[in-house]
């Protein structure tokens, strides 16, 4: 039985539609005629596709209860469609039978456009419907070979009929397309033979088939393979019985199809041997001294070919006991121990030194045997130095040597001919263990496998790596892993964080998570269809109907993706997918006044990610007077990497695996303290500035290495110094470890927290990694950097049992005085290691102070060593997050939200009862702004909602943005924060006081939210265990604001970009950046003399390449700015579309750029050197217009002699900055904020102020109402009579005056020309 689709009936008996003969396989033609058509029934035509079918045509439709037809006549009379016709020959007694059987079906058609074959007596049925293929190439081919190869026995071996229909349900009568058919091949429909260029419809098909009277059974169990040998090939067989359905006698029964037995091929496995398991042991062959004993095993082998590998015996050492002898160790001298484990030489002694890296002599430090490690022989006493007796001077023995904070030492004892024996061993201090190699973020399909990799260094070096997915430790036997985390045949289950946490005896450290995504079979890699992106119009452009200044331009989400990799089994997969524009398509926009063209996202795939260049970008300035730190050097780690320029600025490259960047600041004069800074990244945008200040150095002291001295930590006028530096007498030591006697330059530069000028002087990140390997905030309260130098040769200086006095008046959270700890920066990782406790004391006055007055001191104590930076920290964990926005505008737009902003918060704690004035700094953090945002860690307090308060700034590539303000009114909906939470917080921007101020900060208290009032749970502060919710909160949510302000600027690309993420580069032809590897920006100086400053816009068209010419690539408005040297004067600085290679790097294309002013303005001066250079390589272009100027842009980079402005760098946003700062100073290697006008001027415009010359319509009625009304009424009967003309597609300028009276403003030229004679003065 046939399985069927559709309605669940049988077809009638159907008669061949020739009485005497089966003709071969045709197509019919149906003719659309008039009603009074009399051509014959049938005219026969030769099959032009040389399939084997012929044409036949019909004038009118057949019906027969089973076909219907619908032609079209009328206009369509002559036109002839070619459709299937079911060949229903059958008397009208069997049709109207069939009529009253079948139940009515879908259009109350049943079994249309069916092709018969004179068989056909019996009742039949049908087979569901086959659609193989697809009207694609040449056409729509519905093969009955192909279908049987596909659906097997499906089919029956002779079908009596075929119907077909297109996919929607069509009838092939009724599409008017010409198609074939036959019994024999099938139905096929071919593109090229449809009229007016259409091509076919997707058809489906089904044949009609007569019930079988036989059937097989079930096929049998497969019999066994004829080959016994192993490795060898043979033959199964199973067999079937054919069946009938009627008890018809034998040779009346028709046959089945197909064979009663069937055959595949069979194999033996291959020829094995194998060990079967070991037997136990057999008695030792002795009891004591050292014997042998063995176990045995047989090998199991299918096969005598084959043989075991191994052997099948094993002997193992017993009787290890030694037997009741005498020590048989020959010492050369002296005589064996006890244990008989070494040798014994009384009365000799050994002498050993343990010093520091510094040379200063290590106290205290452990000395042990390395057999006997736990068995401590020695300690070393003030100079450093121990004695061992009985320690033989031939023995070469390996000691172990240990203190806390120091990482141990394993060395050996030497001895010269004279019998003398010695240890010297040089201690390093203890690091904790620093992430170096993190894992980074993977995605697999389901079945693959992964390589996730850690390393970290420390001392002394970590050995024992644990791993962890989703919180959870991964059992070590499972998965088998040390550094590297091995996962195969991936399951979805599987998907989730990794990290890996390593120990040693210094400590514990976690590497940053990364994200593991599998992706089920069957799922596609990337999501096809493009998310919505918007993207801001030109000012000029409002779309009619919406009004919208808005587009979505769509956009791939950018996100990794998997890949084909050429090797899965990397720590770092070498190219990275993501998904990325396959496809985009041109579209127009309708401005009102003119189109824009624009190139919208159609499609996206997984493809190979682009990889920005990260760069860490900035200037090393003092912190007191902001002076430059030259030629200094850059170190990270060990490494030195470059050196500041002149005016401090420095570049530098960060490799892409890269998860911390510490970078040390030395300036080899030594008029600065060394300074490290841990830098944030921005691996999307590639570039981020920073500003480093660093400390200058405190004038040295001299004082007396023979006495105690005192040196005051922080010294504020009118406040007492925060602590003192306690030096005993005799603590200063040379590198070789010999106490230095005589006059010492001591230098101790203080970071003092009550001056919040030193807080963006902050050494490193004041972070901390806790004993669960967790990095932590610190709350500094001052920090200080020594150096201690002999008075002659300016040698380095050590000093051991130094004391720390902190003065606890200074600590105004008493919660805090138990906690506090000296720390210690390592310069190498930037975070600050433990050094040591502090213990409470209580005195009276104290060294320097006039005042007898009881004090509560906490004193801790240290050794300088090779660390110099040190700091009074206490651990927070009262914390907290704040949401900062970033906006391109005052507006506040969701979608005008910047990424790449440095962000920074210095945490502040106010005087009691003057909350607006704060008494010191304690902490300082950076975060960079993503496309929702950033959350900065902060500091807060539930209790006291002014305990904390924090000073917050903006930065974007230098320049600083403003914040929103909180004068002369608080505004809720300016600010982002929503009342009464707002009252609470107490915003106020840096100006709220005083208006003269810089507008670029601002202040709030950090309350902590009460998670039991709704106001508090939106934002704009959250608590520290909420930081998934403030990093995913939705921009409706509180949060704070920062706006550039630069205004009056915009920029519109054909192809989007995203200048602050440049993963979104598209490789097109009219992409503004051809590279996304190097970014050429280019600025034109245009001066405007005008009361007022004026838009100038430059229009950026394909000017020679063969696919860009005459081309959109963008345009770009910017307001000109005044010059505050000259009256009447501004200039602009116009970024045009450089010249050069474009994506493919094949042909050089000059672009065609028009420089169009606002309103009034007319050309007066052009540069000569511009000029002649123009003219000078042509083509010209031409510039009749005297309102505008276009040129073929320069492929040189032109100076600013000629008022251009070239510079190329590997982040477009410095480029721009460095090419605006060089326009606006009108020099090619200088940089301003201020516009100079009459420096480095392409371009010189006259915009004068229009002046009004006639009376307003209110002044015209006044005067003359009744000549008013009548040329106002004589206006509106020419304008209502206009034709209205819509312009071509251009982009164009700024209009000359203010649009008014919209909705007329299709205006003919006619009118126009009249409405101008009017307008003329009288």
């Known amino acids: 039985m046939v399985s069927r689709e559709g309605p669940d009936w049988h077809a009638p008996t159907l008669l061949h539609l020739f009485k005497n003969q089966r003709p071969p396989a045709r197509h019919w033609t149906t003719s659309l005629l008039s009603g009074n058509d009399t051509s014959p029934l049938f005219s026969h035509t030769p099959d032009e596709a040389g399939v084997g079918g012929d044409t036949f045509s019909l004038p009118e439709p057949l019906h027969c209860g089973i076909a219907e037809q619908n032609h079209q006549r009328g206009a369509m009379s002559g036109l002839t469609t070619v459709t299937l016709l079911l060949s229903c020959m059958v008397s009208g007694a069997l049709c109207q039978g069939f009529e009253s059987k079948r139940p009515s079906y879908r259009n109350k058609r049943a079994v249309p ?88 419809s997707n058809y489906h098909v089904r044949f009609q088939c007569t019930p079988d009277q036989s059937y097989w059974t079930q096929w049998g169990e497969w019999g066994p393979c004829t080959t016994t040998v192993c490795n060898d090939v043979g033959i199964q067989v199973r067999q079937r019985r054919c069946m009938s359905t009627q008890p018809l006698p034998l040779l009346l029964v028709p046959a089945c199809q197909g064979h009663h037995s069937e055959r595949r091929e069979c194999s033996n496995p291959p020829c094995s041997a194998k060990w079967s398991p070991w037997g136990v042991w057999g008695s030792c062959t002795v009891t004591c001294g050292g014997g042998r004993r063995i176990r045995r095993r047989t090998c199991v082998r299918t096969s005598t070919t084959t043989q075991c590998t191994g052997r099948p015996v094993e002997t193992q050492k017993c009787g290890k006991s030694p037997c009741p002898v005498k020590c048989r160790r020959v010492c050369a001298e002296g005589r064996p121990d006890e244990d008989c484990r070494r040798c014994v030489c009384e009365g000799h002694v050994l002498r050993g030194e343990v010093h520091s890296v510094t040379g200063a002599p290590v106290s ?152 593991l995504t599998v992706i089920a079979k069957g799922t596609p890699a990337c999501n096809s269809t493009p998310e919505a992106h918007l993207i801001r119009l030109p000012l000029d452009c409002v779309q009619p109907g919406t009004n919208s200044k808005f587009y979505n331009a769509g956009r791939c989400p950018h996100n990794k993706c998997a890949g084909l990799l050429d090797y899965d089994m990397r720590c770092r997969d070498g190219e990275g997918f993501c998904c990325g524009v396959q496809a985009m398509e041109i579209r127009t926009i309708d401005c009102g006044s003119y189109n824009l063209p624009i190139k919208a996202v159609s499609q996206c795939k997984c493809q190979k990610c682009v990889q920005p260049t990260v760069l860490v970008r900035g200037r090393v300035l003092t912190a007191e007077n902001g002076d430059p730190l030259r030629f200094g ?102 590198d070789n470890g010999d106490v230095y006697e005589g006059t010492v330059k001591a230098s101790v530069t203080f970071i003092d927290p009550r001056n919040i000028t030193t807080a963006s002087a902050t050494p490193g990140d004041l972070n901390f990694v806790d004993n669960e390997g967790d990095m932590l905030p610190l709350r500094t309260y001052g920090m200080f950097s020594v150096d201690f130098r002999d008075e002659s040769n300016k040698e380095v200086l050590g000093a051991g049992a130094v004391q720390v006095l902190l003065d606890t008046q200074h600590v105004k959270m008493q919660e805090h005085i138990p906690k506090m700890k000296l720390w210690s920066l390592n310069p190498d990782t930037g975070v600050w290691e433990e050094e ?45 997050y704040v949401k900062v926005r970033a906006y391109m505008s005052e507006k506040f737009l969701p979608v005008e939200q910047l990424e790449g902003v440095v962000v920074s918060l210095i945490n502040l704690e106010p005087k009691p009862g003057y909350s607006s004035n704060p008494r010191a700094w304690g902490r300082f953090d950076s975060v960079i702004t993503g496309h929702n945002g950033a959350c900065l860690p902060a500091f807060c307090d539930a209790q006291r909602p002014d305990a904390y308060t924090a000073y917050v700034t903006a930065m974007m590539g230098g320049e600083e943005l403003e914040a929103a303000p909180s004068s002369p009114k608080m505004n809720p909906n300016i600010i982002g924060v929503s009342q009464p939470y707002l009252d609470k917080i107490d915003y106020q921007r840096s100006d709220h006081e005083d208006p003269a101020l810089k507008k670029t900060a601002f202040r709030i208290n950090l309350a902590k939210p009460n998670q039991n009032n709704l106001d508090e749970t939106n934002g704009p502060i959250y608590p520290y265990q909420n930081l998934i919710a403030c990093e995913n909160a939705p921009v409706d949510s509180n949060h704070f ?99 050069g290679m474009l994506f493919d790097q094949a042909e050089v294309d000059r672009s065609l750029i028009s420089i169009l002013p606002q ?27 005297s309102n505008a100027f276009s040129m073929l842009a320069p492929v040189d980079p032109l100076g600013h002699n000629y008022g251009i402005y070239t510079v190329t760098d590997q982040n477009p946003r410095v480029a721009k900055e460095i090419a605006i700062g060089r326009c606006f100073d009108g020099t090619s290697d200088g940089f301003s904020r201020e516009m100079k006008s009459d420096s480095g001027v392409a371009l010189t415009f006259s915009c004068p102020e229009r002046k009004i010359n006639r009376e307003s319509l209110f002044q015209r009625l006044q005067t003359n109402p009744g000549q008013t009304l009548s040329q106002m009424a004589r206006d509106m009967r020419e304008m209502e009579g206009m034709q209205v003309r819509r312009s071509s597609t251009r982009v164009v300028a700024y209009p000359s005056e203010p649009r008014v009276r919209i909705q007329n403003r299709r205006v003919g030229s006619t009118s126009r020309s009249r409405a101008a004679v009017r307008t003329q003065p009288q």
């Open 836 to 880: 040591g406790d502090f213990s409470s004391t209580t005195t009276t006055g104290g060294h320097g102070r006039s005042k007898r007055e009881e004090r509560t001191f906490l004193i801790g104590n240290m050794e300088i060593r090779e660390r110099r930076l040190f700091n009074l920290d206490v651990p927070e964990n009262r914390r907290c």
């Open 1159 to 1185: 309103g009034n303005c007319r050309k007066i001066v052009t540069n000569n050197l511009l000029q002649e250079y123009l003219i000078k390589h042509p083509p010209v272009a031409q510039n009749n217009d």
């Open 113 to 200: 456009n069916t092709s018969t074959d004179t068989r056909a007596t019996e009742v039949t049925e049908w087979t569901s419907w086959f659609n193989i293929d697809h009207p694609g190439g040449n056409g729509d081919y519905e093969r009955l070979e192909a279908i049987r190869f596909y659906y097997r026995e499906r089919v029956c071996a002779r079908p009596t009929a075929m119907e077909a229909r297109t996919t929607d349900w069509v009838a092939a009568a009724d599409t008017g397309e010409v198609v074939h058919s036959s019994l024999e091949k099938g139905f096929w429909c071919i593109n090229k033979e449809q009229p007016h260029g259409h091509i076919c």
């Open 633 to 734: 050097h850059i170190y990270i780690g060990k490494e030195r990497v470059g050196t500041t320029g002149y005016q401090g600025g420095f570049t530098l490259q960060v490799p892409p695996d890269t998860q911390r960047l510490v970078v040390n600041f030395v300036d080899p004069t030594e008029k600065f303290i060394d300074t490290p800074k841990v830098f944030i990244l921005d691996k999307k945008g590639g570039s981020i500035y920073h500003d480093v200040k660093v400390m200058r150095k405190q004038a040295p002291i001299d004082i007396n290495a023979g006495e105690t001295n005192y040196i005051n930590l922080g010294e504020i006028k009118g406040e007492d110094p925060i602590g003192q530096l306690v030096i005993p007498a005799n603590s200063f030591h040379k």
């Open 1041 to 1139: 604001r920062f706006f550039r302000v630069e205004k009056d600027k915009y920029e519109y690309n054909v192809v989007p970009f995203e200048e602050n993420d440049l993963t979104t580069w598209t490789g097109d032809y009219l992409s503004w950046w051809p590279n996304p590897q190097e970014f050429r920006a280019c600025f034109i100086k245009v001066k405007v003399q005008g009361q007022k400053e004026v838009m100038v816009r430059s229009k950026n068209l394909g000017g020679t390449h063969p696919e860009t010419k005459n081309k959109l690539y963008g345009i770009r408005d910017i307001r000109s700015t005044r010059d505050m040297r000259e009256a009447n004067t501004s200039a602009a600085c116009v970024e045009f579309k450089c010249s």
């Open 364 to 515: 205290e430090a452990w000395v042990a045997f390395t057999s006997h490690p736990k068995v401590i022989r020695a300690r070393t006493d003030a100079k450093g130095q121990f004695r061992l007796k009985g320690v033989c001077s031939s023995d070469d023995i390996s000691f172990t040597i240990r203190k806390d904070k120091y990482a141990p030492v394993v060395v050996s004892s030497s001895s010269n001919s004279t019998g003398v024996s010695w240890v010297s061993a040089v201690l390093k201090s203890a690091e904790k263990p620093y992430v170096v190699k993190h894992p980074e973020d993977k995605v697999r399909y389901e079945g693959g496998r992964a390589m996730l990799c850690c390393k970290a260094t420390g001392s002394p070096t970590p050995e024992k790596y644990n791993w962890y997915h989703n919180g959870t430790l991964l059992d070590r036997k499972v998965y088998k892993y040390q550094e590297d985390l091995v996962l195969k045949d991936l399951k979805p289950e599987q998907a989730g964080q990794y990290y890996c946490k390593t120990s040693s005896p210094a400590g514990s450290i976690k590497s940053s998570p990364a994200s």
